[in-house]
């Protein structure tokens, strides 16, 4: 019976546009299209950036080291057009209207300072705002000070290598895997998360609430299957479609990397492979199975108890917030799964698929976490039974 | 046949429907020691005011509802200790009843023989009878959601009859129907009649009463103010008409509680 029921409520799930919208298409196609966004967009910003000519004040004379220098840099370091303040009120009026986006202040003594060697102190005027001016005057007078540099190494016959004590090099001994687990491997759960919840949404409001609206659940009590076995074919739904906007959201990520072309590297490539693997997945499901029930039996009192589809979505609704807050946890490097992290519901989820992502995972920590989202399916299967049971919740 | 004795139900109250109906009561009684017996082969009707307790019973007898006190037995099944068997005897009908606007009359009647567990043959030759008596075949595959509201409640009357009840329950059936619609139903109450089943079924139309009937009970407030078959209540009546006598009767209630 509980098959029966289950096959129904699936075929009219999957005829209901609104939740086919919910739990395929926004989820295949979301990632593909703010990826494509994103890359187009950065692309554009990044080539505009670089093209830009930036016109650069320097407070002082025509014949000032800085002004001389800066005419002397090559072009690809970024096209600049020079003119010269009388004081640093004009020069930082001018950043304001943005008629100069950087700003040079060579200090009074700055040519005394070079002259003797000591250092020379140089200020730098730019708006935060314009994003990109730090980095390009950073680059000019990084440059600068090198020239300077040397030109003082063979001032005062210095051999630069005598005065560099250590030659240090570090050595990651993390593997890309590694890596990728632990610093973004809290994408992935994430999108799971997310996800999993919309995909419960609007089959759990409309299989329960949407029913009694409708007026077909008293046919449903009226024919001789347990409420319990309604309940669980009702349930097994709303937990497919949650895996299933999940899976579908996954694909999309998948496709849009591969369409888009966006990772180069080939070993971080081969790590996104290796997440594709059956062993992989089938460990991830084996985590996230229980958690999808976990938010169905959250989901379905609510809507069971509510009068209205508009109720019940107002009531889930702010719900997303409560669960996506701690699946973000995994986007903090350092947050590891631990005994008491495995306790978290939601946040061992996270933790625990970035650590097999990294292939780091230990299996009593994976027990913990996956005995504490059993516990929880249950309980919340448990009080969708009992709020199912109870006949005026089922009945308007 | 319906055996109703002592029938009870209460409701607890939240705290909003004690602000809505103004009471500090934790709890409302609906249906308040209501006793019959609707024989096979008769059609009883409960009569009954909005809000008199009407369809609670009715969903009492269908098992939606679990009785506070009393008993129900339907086919001699007791509802409250064997409920999923009752169920089996029952096919329940509201005016209100929703369909599966997504699937088509030819899935949903399968669906519901799936439920009772009526083999697949025996669904397809009940589904055939019905379909040809109640002219569905040429929407049997259309999508309930584009049908006219008539080809829906011929689609309820079949989902209703396909596993043969041996009880019929009609919750206000005709209510909100148009004449043509709610003349189909008027058939199908007389057939059930004539096929020998259990009929029961409340309104407060007094027109379908008099025209169906053998037995009328009237309930108001949740309490039983007459049981007793149709030719009594007719041989009996104080006002000139079937709606002036109802009217009396609960309005003599009033006047005894003032």
Redesign the interface.
Known sequence: ?IF??FK?EL??TL??RRTLIMMLVIPVAIFPIILSLFVTVSESFSKEAAEKTIQIGVVGSEDNYIIKQLRLLPQELGKKNITVYKDTVELKAAIKIDSAQIGIFPSADFAMSMEIKKPAAVTVFFNATDLGMKERAEAYLGTIESIAKQERYIDLKINAEEIKPLEISYSNVASSKEMIGKLAGGFLPYIFIAFGFIGCMYPAIDLFTG?KE???I?????????RWQILFGKMGVVVLSGLLAATFALLGLFLSIEVLDLVQDPEILEVIHGILSPKFILMLFGLLFPLTVFFAGMMIPIAVYAKSFKEAQSIITPMNIIVVLPAMVGFFPGIELNVVTACIPIVNIVLATKELIAGTLDAGLLGLSFAVMVSLAVLAVFISYKRFDK??N??I | MIEVNKLRKEFTLSKTQRKELNTTDRTALAVDDVSFVCEPGRIFSILGPNGAGKTTTMRMLSTIFKPTSGTIKIAGIDVSEHPQEARKKIGFLTGSTGLYARLTPNELIQYFADLYSIPKDVCLERREKLYTLLDMHEFQSKRIGKLSTGMKQKVSICRTMIHDPEVVVFDEPTSGLDVITAENIIQLIRDCKSEGKTVIFSSHIMSEVDLLCDDIAIIHKGKLLHNGTMNDFRANMQAPNLTAEFIRIVNATKLEKV
Do not use: F, N, Q, S
Not at chain 1, 218 to 226: F, N, R
């Open positions: 019976m029966t029921i129904k075929k009219d005829r209901d029913e409708r007026g077909t008293e046919t449903l009590l009226t024919t001789p299957v347990a006949e005026t089922v009945v």
